[in-house]
């Protein structure tokens, strides 16, 4: 049997009505015109190729740089930072420190970023979607690393009681600004060096009024933009005075000079903040970066906590309180808690005379001056010489600044860690315990631990890992940024 199907296909005879035709006409217009919209925006590789008129074609709005290819990735997966070599062509004239948009080789959009033509970071990215930096989109910057601090912290952050750092740079979506927030009470003008506090300041501190910020301006982009972030933060946190340390080493490579002074309001000389339930005297013009390193905060409660736990076992001061030693300890951070925790007594080590003036005024301020001694040495040379002398400690802290402050100086670094936590692990007691930093991003952990492990093997010893920590929760992290995460903490027990 044969199937047969058979389809009559009726063509309309009629013609179509000049109306139709016109319409059909403008659609078949538009369409190509969309169309060639679309290509000529996909077709931007490489951009620079291209004749000055095609490229400002569609720039009408904004000043836009083009990435080379595959160069959005990193960006889209969150990194802020654009290298000059990763920049395929920059559209129009950016002013230094202005607002750019960001595009990928083909032209897509990929976000907004501050320019700067003399930095090797050529942009920073601050939004996807914010066109304009101005005092609203900083106000909602602050007000969204506010939300987090109080979510990480809760109540005490809430009620003012706490000193944080309240944005980190790029972690908080601003390339290059830093905020300390510190709360407490301005040191009496009257009191002397070493005298504790008045009763009426301790009863201030419990429920404190001063709240006054420490900013460090450390891109172009934030510098020029500074007035709108002043409003904004005296807007969002209503701070009693802003300090400006604009002093450290990176403004340089962003081509700008050095800036320290009282930007808003007033600022004491001396401010006494609280901080895991001790006091401390902070100087926010003339202390280290902005005054105090809240990054530690958790670190030093969590280093006090072995203290009074005494988890060494043949420690011959196991009755009387362990012996602490502080290296690089600054204004005394982890020595006071030490002391307040119990300590039998604490060794301070630092370079910095300014610092160790800071730390004697703290011990005084929680009662512990009589178990602290401060040593002004460099602490590689101490570290050798404690060795030498044949002495012993139960708890050892090295707190050292970055040692890597880029890739090239990464086997110095290492060599560096290496030596600190080799001559640590001599002078622990067996069973005693090291508490050990890295600071510097470029030392990865796997490095730090490297590290570690190969200290113990020349010491002839072995670590128990207790805790691995990194940062307070106020200096975020953020996946896709590296650099965010800087802070190796190990605290291990040598046996
Ligand atoms: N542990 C501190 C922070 C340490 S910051 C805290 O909890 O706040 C690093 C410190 O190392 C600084 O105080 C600096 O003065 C000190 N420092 C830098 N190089 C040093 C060296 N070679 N010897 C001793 N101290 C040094």
Redesign the pocket.
Known sequence: MVFRTCYQIEIPKHRLSSRDRAFYAFFAFFALFASFLFLSRLSVTPFTSLPPSTRNRYCIFMVRIILKPKEDIRIRRGHPWIYDNEIAGVEGEPEPGAEVEVCDARGLHVGYAFFNPKSKIRARMYSRTAKKADEEFFIRAFEAAWKWRKFCFGEPAIEKRMSLRLVYGEADSVPGLIVDGFVGVPKLEDSNAGDKLSIAQRAALASPKGLWLSVQFLSLGVEVHKAEILKALRSVFNPDGIAERSDAPVRALEGLPDSVGVLWGSVPERIVIEENGALFEIDLLSG?KTGW?LD?RAN?AAAAKYVSRAPWADSPNKAIGARVLDV????G??SVLAARAGAASVLA????RD?LALLRENAALNNVSDRITAVE????DYLRDLEKMGQRFDLIIL???AFAKNRTALEGARRGYKELNLRAMHLLERGGILVTFSCSHWFSPEMFDAVLADAAFDSNRRLRILEERTQDLDHPILSGYDESRYLKCRIVQVV
């Open positions: 280290q390193f530690q030093r690089f300890c600054n204004q951070g982890f080590v630092d370079s910095s610092a040495a460099n602490a590689f707190d050292p600044p």
